[in-house]
Nanobody, 123 residues
Framework: QVQLVESGGGLVQAGGSLRLSCAAS????????MGWFRQAPGKEREFIAA????????SYADSAKGRFTISKDNAKNMVYLQMNSLKPEDTAVYYC????????????????WGQGTQVTVSS
């Protein structure tokens, strides 16, 4: 089992920035990739970005390219999502996820999920 805990959410004005963190614990040695998703009220969960746990390869949704950056610190078992130029439509609960299966980074199937952190962007 892998436990994931997100932090760093909050209220920010449009155009501002936030850095989300995800702390992984437990059996992390089998982790192949980690990702960030978000879910706005009344909408389906949406993929944002993913990163390989070993070599640093990343994948982004079109909505995140150029504004969001996913990164990791293997020594600390941490994954981050730097979000810049935030827009009101970025308001959502943001979730961290991890998987052991060696699927392409664009695959949306994950084994473990965090509880989420709320991001609210005011106009």
């Amino acid at each position: 089992q892998v436990q994931l805990v997100e932090s760093g959410g909050g209220l920010v004005q449009a155009g501002g920035s936030l850095r989300l963190s995800c702390a992984a614990s437990g059996r992390t040695f089998n982790t192949y990739a980690m990702g960030w998703f978000r879910q706005a009220p009344g909408k389906e969960r949406e993929f944002i970005a993913a990163i390989r746990w070993g070599i640093t390869i990343t994948s982004y949704a079109d909505s995140a390219k150029g504004r969001f950056t996913i990164s990791k610190d293997n020594a600390k078992n941490m994954v981050y999502l730097q979000m810049n130029s935030l827009k009101p439509e970025d308001t959502a609960v943001y979730y961290c996820a991890a998987r052991n299966s060696r699927l392409p980074l664009t695959a949306l199937s994950y084994d473990y999920w965090g509880q989420g952190t709320q991001v609210t962007v005011s106009s």
